[in-house]
């Protein structure tokens, strides 16, 4: 079973990377384009080419903290139905028969209670893992400042590594979530 969770957290991880940077770059390159459109295409000197750049990566940034939530919410979709190691994620449907059967083509209107229990999850654990980081920082390091060593990626780590344990949380706390063999 571990290996279950070891198979649907890197497939998890790698769809969410994949698609927040090609959004964020998609979404950057759209805002670049607009403000090169707007200034009227001046010509592609070396000048304009690196404050094309610079204006992409500034936007780039930005774009990528909206990327990752739009990513978080898509990817839980795609865990549902495929095989992970012997085993599968199965989504119940929400009718009120004794007997509710599994929805075979999950979509997105399926998922928003699931999504919010996973994703309060994901804030929580995010978040007690950065007060221990803390906490930690504090009683055995020597830094001046106790935020100088956190920046977004290594929030972005923290959001990867409780993403494991958010995907076991998810199927221990919803009831219409179940884990059969495939």
Not at 14 to 43: D, E, H, M
Not at 106 to 127: A, E, N, Q
């Amino acid at each position: 079973m571990s290996r279950f969770y070891l198979y649907i957290w890197l497939y998890w991880l790698g769809r969410v990377v994949v698609c927040t940077l090609l959004s964020a770059s998609f979404l950057a390159f759209a805002v670049t384009l607009f403000i090169y459109i707007k200034q009227g295409f001046a010509p592609l000197e070396s000048e304009v080419r690196a404050a094309l750049l610079e204006i992409w990566i500034f936007w780039f940034s930005i774009t990528l903290n909206i990327a990752l939530l739009f990513a978080l919410f898509r990817s839980v979709k795609y865990l549902f139905n495929r095989c992970y190691g012997g085993f599968m994620l199965k989504l119940k449907s929400c009718t009120p028969k004794s007997t509710r059967e599994f929805i075979d083509p999950v979509g997105y209107g399926d998922l928003v209670k699931v999504w919010r229990k996973w994703f309060m999850s994901l804030i929580w654990l995010t978040g007690g893992m950065m007060v221990i980081a803390f906490g930690l920082t504090y009683l055995l390091s020597a830094y001046d400042s106790l935020f100088s060593w956190f920046d977004i990626t290594v929030l972005y780590l923290f959001i990867a590594l409780s993403g494991y344990i958010s995907l076991m949380l998810l199927v221990a706390r919803c009831k219409s979530i179940k884990v059969i063999k495939c």
